[in-house]
């Protein structure tokens, strides 16, 4: 049974440019939530995407997006990225439109702006 | 404005003595705790959890204590062994309204265990 798999693991882009980050969640789940996890810090909640649409959204700025597909899978887009955006983005999923509340996380992408 | 906090970065354990990992929180709406673990290039492990209407919940070695009135919890781990050596978060989540998962994590403590 295949958990939460990130891809790329890990990325280096330039200030300016724009990122897609993809998750598949584990099976049987049908929700997912991104996180940003900065150097020394706890994971910060960006969105979560139940039924295709995001269904809350943490203090993060319109540069972040997102998309759910029909598969439940999930992309993470980033535009015009900063110095500032270097961080792990962990996506994390769950069962039941979130109702149940242990999240398991994929290993993560390590992105890099220079 | 840190709504979860984890005090102490980090902590450093004898192999089969107590470890205790801190955390405190200052919205009152947070009902429903949870501890993870974070190994190096992985991402975090569900640990244990507990609810607001509880003030412990135990799973083997792991025991997790809420103490609402100050608006506090703890994670023991007795005893610890040198595989426990992890980043330990703690998070909060108000489980009513809409706010499923959505957690909110503290900082993280490194826990080290010596054999």
């Known amino acids: 049974d295949a958990g939460v798999t990130q891809s790329p693991t890990h990325l280096i882009k330039t200030r300016g440019q724009q990122v897609t980050l993809r998750c598949s969640p584990k099976?049987?789940?049908?929700?997912v939530s991104w996180y940003q996890q900065a150097l020394g810090q706890g994971p910060q909640f960006i969105f979560q995407?139940?039924?295709?649409?995001?269904?809350q959204r943490g203090n993060f700025p319109d540069r972040f997006s997102g998309h759910q597909f029909p598969n439940y899978s999930s992309e993470l887009n980033v535009n015009a990225l900063l110095l500032g955006d270097s961080a792990l983005y962990l996506c994390?999923?769950?069962?039941?439109?979130?109702?149940?509340?242990?999240?398991?996380f994929g290993e993560g992408s390590r992105l890099t702006v220079l | 404005d840190q709504q979860v906090k984890q005090n102490s970065p980090s902590l450093s354990v004898q192999e089969g003595r107590i470890s205790i990992l801190n955390c405190d929180y200052t919205n009152s709406m947070f009902d429903y705790f949870l501890w993870y673990k974070k190994y190096p290039a992985e991402g975090p492990t569900f640990l244990i959890s507990i609810s607001s209407i509880k003030d412990k919940n135990e799973d083997g070695r792991f025991t997790v204590f809420l103490n609402k009135s100050a608006k506090h919890l703890s994670l023991h781990i007795v005893p610890s062994q040198p595989g426990d050596s992890a980043v330990y978060f703690c998070a909060a989540i108000y489980a009513g309204g809409t706010s499923y998962g959505k957690l909110t994590f503290g900082q993280g403590t490194i826990l080290t265990v010596h054999p």
């Open positions: 994390a999923s769950s069962r039941l439109g979130g109702y149940d509340r242990e999240l398991f």
């Open positions: 995407y139940y039924e295709e649409e995001e269904r």
């Open positions: 099976s049987g789940h049908d929700t």
